[in-house]
C-alpha cells in the first residue's frame, strides 16, 4: 500500500520555525520527486517547493525563498520541509507528494496543518 504521512505541523508565532516531515512508504522512493504544496482556507493549492529525483535540484515558490528549505534522508525514505521566519500568511494545510517536479505527481498525503500567529 502506497502511503505518504506528513507530521510536525502546529502552531507557531511569526518569525518561529517548524520542519514537516513526509513520511513514504510503498514505492520506490528513489525514483520519485518529492513535493510539497499548501492550501489556505479560500485559496486554490499552490507549489511550495519539490526536489528532482534525477539530479536532486530544489525547486521553491518566490513567497518562500530563503525561508524554507527541502531536503530528503533516502535511507529513511523522508522527505523534510524546514520552515523559518514564518509568516501568518504561511498559515495553510500542507501536503507533500510524490510524482516530478515538472508537475504530475502520483501519490498524496493526507496533509498536516501549519498555523502561525501574528
Known amino acids: 500500500?502506497?502511503?505518504?504521512?506528513?507530521?510536525?505541523?502546529?502552531?507557531?508565532?511569526?518569525?518561529?520555525s517548524l520542519r514537516l516531515s513526509c513520511a513514504a512508504s510503498g514505492f520506490t522512493f528513489d525514483d520519485y520527486g518529492i513535493g510539497w504544496f499548501?492550501?489556505?482556507p479560500g485559496k486554490e493549492r499552490?507549489?511550495?517547493s519539490c526536489i528532482s529525483s534525477t539530479d536532486g535540484t530544489t525547486y521553491y515558490t518566490?513567497?518562500?525563498k530563503g525561508r524554507f528549505t527541502i531536503s530528503s534522508?533516502?535511507?529513511k525514505n523522508t522527505?523534510?520541509?524546514?520552515?523559518?521566519?514564518?509568516?501568518?500568511?504561511d498559515t495553510a494545510i500542507y501536503y507533500c507528494a510524490a510524482g516530478y517536479c515538472s508537475g504530475s505527481y502520483d501519490y498524496w498525503g493526507q496533509?498536516?496543518?501549519v498555523t502561525v500567529s501574528s
Open 38 to 40: 499548501r492550501q489556505a
Open 46 to 48: 499552490e507549489g511550495v
Open 1 to 16: 500500500e502506497v502511503q505518504l504521512v506528513e507530521s510536525g505541523g502546529g502552531l507557531v508565532q511569526a518569525g518561529g
Open 62 to 64: 518566490d513567497s518562500v
Open 79 to 89: 522527505e523534510y520541509l524546514q520552515m523559518n521566519s514564518l509568516k501568518p500568511e
Open 73 to 75: 534522508d533516502n535511507a
Open 111 to 113: 496533509g498536516t496543518q
